[in-house]
Nanobody, 119 residues
Framework: QVQLVESGGGLVQPGGSTGLSCAATGRFFRVYDMGWYRQAPGKQRDVVATMTSTGNTNYADSVKGRFTISRDNAMNTVYLQMNSLKPEDTAVYYC?????????????WGQGTQVTVSS
């Protein structure tokens, strides 16, 4: 069974940094796009950053210049380095990946990890 296992996050002071990681586990043929989304209380889930298997990236305007997405294709893992954090970055962060377990890709989501930016 394919799963996305997230780690990282927690409580961070404004202006601080933290990182998230997400590993795809199980049996599958290929991992396509990987990325991060976030959902604040009472709000919809929005994209933070995505990365294709060939390294093309896309960032939400609100995190450009502060967050960096990267991935290790050999380890099927995606990372999100978050710097200069602001209180408005507080949210549950979800990993997403498009993975081909058999015929055709499917969307998978991680369990979510809380990031709280507060003094």
């Amino acid at each position: 069974q394919v799963q996305l296992v997230e780690s990282g996050g927690g409580l961070v002071q404004p202006g601080g940094s933290t990182g998230l990681s997400c590993a795809a586990t199980g049996r599958f043929f290929r991992v396509y796009d990987m990325g991060w989304y976030r959902q604040a209380p009472g709000k919809q889930r929005d994209v933070v950053a995505t990365m294709t298997s060939t390294g093309n990236t896309n960032y939400a305007d609100s995190v450009k210049g502060r967050f960096t997405i990267s991935r290790d294709n050999a380890m099927n893992t995606v990372y999100l380095q978050m710097n200069s954090l602001k209180p408005e970055d507080t949210a549950v962060y979800y990993c997403h990946a498009s993975i081909q377990p058999g015929q055709g890709p499917r969307d998978y989501w991680g369990q979510g990890t809380q990031v709280t930016v507060s003094s």
